[in-house]
């Protein structure tokens, strides 16, 4: 691929991961979650914002480690990728959780942005995935459960 749309690949990679564009960015859709709201489930609602904040966590700290393990070891589906408790234990388990996916959504965004990863190779640990996949694979994940995350907040302020 040539350098100027490898370029333009990595910048439109990152404004993905950022959640930058259509949709609302992660931060914006989490400032100032009422605290007595965070482990609430309306009507009909399978999961609580907590269990969604937590899901996206454990699933993006998944992928990044999949993406530069190559001594990587599958977890097991659905009990490694969900938190068993509908609402965070205490406000610090909250911000925790916040800040380690920001923290990982970072460390993903520097894989993804260092020009010595190429982004078409296949992980030699893979099954096929390549770095692309990976990031694509995060940013819609992370995209619909933002969305999730957002009509419940709305659903259980209405």
Do not use: C
Request: hydrophobic share 40%; proline share 7%; no cysteine.
């Amino acid at each position: 691929m040539p350098k100027q749309e490898t370029v333009s690949l990595r910048k439109t990679l990152a404004d993905l991961l950022r959640m930058k564009g259509a949709h609302l960015d992660f931060e914006t859709a989490l400032k100032d979650f009422p605290v007595e709201l965070r482990g609430a489930k309306p009507p009909g609602a399978p999961y609580s914002a907590w269990q969604l904040l937590e899901h996206m966590r454990m699933a993006q700290e998944d992928i990044l480690d999949f993406s530069r393990n190559p001594n990587y070891k599958d977890k097991e589906w659905p009990g490694d990728y969900w938190p068993t408790n509908e609402a965070p234990p205490n406000e610090q388990a909250w911000a925790k959780s916040i800040q380690q996916f920001q923290a990982d959504l970072h460390q993903l965004q520097e894989l993804m942005a260092d020009t010595k990863n190429d982004l078409l190779l296949k992980l030699p640990h893979g099954t096929g995935q390549t770095l692309l996949r990976e990031a694509l694979l995060v940013a819609d994940h992370n995209s619909y459960h933002l969305g999730q995350l957002v009509l419940l907040r709305k659903m259980l302020q209405a």
